[in-house]
């Protein structure tokens, strides 16, 4: 839920609560204050009443008006308790039925009322008193007032939630500056977070530390690709050294079979070794697009380069090799292109059977290398570093490799399995978003 | 032939010492930037093996000393820096030849032979090795005046062992000379094995002696005997 929404529920339902409440409050007072008024006058005419009675000893004459009516009943001594009631009050229309409507009623209707029950001795007679006045106009009045204020009310909710949505929507607008660039971070890109001209203190400070947490990011990043790139520059100087030594030693007659299945062995983890160092020292020089240089290359003729470069593999492999090759320019890194399909199709060798297939096709959408192999289809996580399949002598890091060159060049490398052929596809047109 | 070792590495610096000499040859080391100032100086080599990285100075200023000079020896960079902008900045300053560490010594040793060839037969195209003339302009291989058709990688397998002669030469050398870093295949060269008999057979069919021979399972020898 958005931050505004949340803020916007929470006020309103608060307001609305607030505004019933203080809305009956308000209510009752006025109504409360208005039917005193009523009484007070009640009691003056009431007081009338007595006046009259005391100084001509006969009740008074009863008249009517459009506001008031008194009746005076005979009742039974002591049987009247004074008391103000809520009644009804006939109002009797100047014109009796003036519009033809109200064919129900004779000639005149009910409204609210307000009554008072009092009790006046005259001679020897006890009277009830019912001294009745309507009270429509108050109620006109309190609903007059009540109506105001609940639109006052509104209006100035509608108006601040129109404030509210335009005020927070730019007061924040920093915040989703920040997110956006926050969202572009990459830490292998140079780019840094630029500084959001605002004037809060909390998006000042969000963005400082966020500025400050991508630098800290990168420069950690760096730190570590420079490790990387260290440590395997100082591997190479032993490496060579065992390389050299290795090469001496064989020279130096009279080997048992033992001996040399020893070396065979040696020289094997030797060149092992140090084709894993070269690929961490290549991840580290895409990764880091330390491989600038760019020309123009039809891959068509690469690949057919590639194809007579293991000829004689495929021959001893027994492989049946199947390639339609159409002309297809890039302009990237030659030394790059030539690693990347020297290691698709050295994969298509290694994990092919003897008597197997390879089928490679490039078209100007497309390079597919298809191989046979096992007949389960390859784990997703095949591009990931060091992940090899059981027996695979391999580094590790070729599809690794292959995946950020593709990348470096605006390419995509994907998997597929069908028909029994282990499928990888460059796809030229389909940008690979690399994950570090 | 007279060559010079520049490099500080003492485990690589005799092993190439050791690998080089050989009758005939002449070895010399320097292990620092001012013992390689002071032998360039004072003597001319047919090829100087060069370290990027020495203590007391760079191997490219040496270079750069040796060319102002107008020194003829051939210069050959062996770098750990695989960087295309490394090696463009050596063979620009005139270096010959660029090797990237670690190296198969026989690699160096064919690298070396090419630089001296090139400079003492002066652009003359004829290496012989016995009943062998290799005509290296048309990269053509006669046995005896007749000619024997070779393949690209067979031909360029032959001048790696003439280069190697008497010397163990094993299997992931010959590997990484035919097909280059590029190639993987899991330490699995049997087929180097299909190669060097084609060569040997079509060698011995124009009359050419069995020079090559395999060498304990680890790689193949071209020797006279």
Redesign the interface.
Known sequence: MRLLAKYNRVNIITTIVVMLITGIIYYQAISWILTRQKDKELVVEEREIFEYAGLNHQLPQIFESNDQQITFTQAKQGSVTRQFINTMYFKKWDHPNAHGKYRHRKNGEYESGRGLISSITVGDKYYKILIIESIVETEDLIRLIFTITIGVILFLLLVLLVTNRLILNRIWQPFYNIMKELRLFNVADTKEIPQIATDVDEFEELNHTVTDMAAKARHDYKDLKTFTENAS?EL??P??????????L??TEN?S?R???L??DL??AV??L??LN?SL?LLV?IENR??H?KQKINLRELVEEMII??E??F??KDLKLTYNLEDKEIVASR?LA??LI??LI?NA??HNHSGGEIIINLTGEQLMIQNTGSDQPLPDEIFTRFHKSSG????GL?LTISRQICGNFGFSLDYDFKDGYHTFIVDFNKHQKLFI | MKILIIED?E??RE??E??FSEAGNICETADSYQNAMVKINLYHYDCIILDITLPGGNGIDILKSLKEKNHPDGILIIS?????DDRLEGLNLGADDYLV??????ELKARVMAIIRRKTFNGSNQLIFNEITIDLLAKEVRVDKSLVKLTR?EYALLLYFIANKG??V????IAEHL?????????NF??IY??IKNIRKKLMEAGCGDYIQA?????YKFTEQ
Do not use: C
């Open positions: 520059h190479l100087t490496i060579a050294v065992i390389n050299s030594k290795l090469d001496t064989i020279q080997f079979d001996q040399s299945k070396l065979n020289y094997g060149s092992r140090n084709r070269q020292l020089k330390l491989l240089e470069q293991f004689e593999i021959q001893d030394y030539e690693i020297s290691n050295n060798i290694r695979s002598e391999g580094s070729g | 590495e485990g690589l092993s190439i050791e690998y750990a820096k695989n960087s295309l560490k670690p190296f198969h010594l026989s990688k010397k163990v094993s299997k992931n050398a097909w280059g870093d590029g190639i993987d295949m899991a330490n049997d087929f299909s190669h060498a304990y399972g680890m790689g």
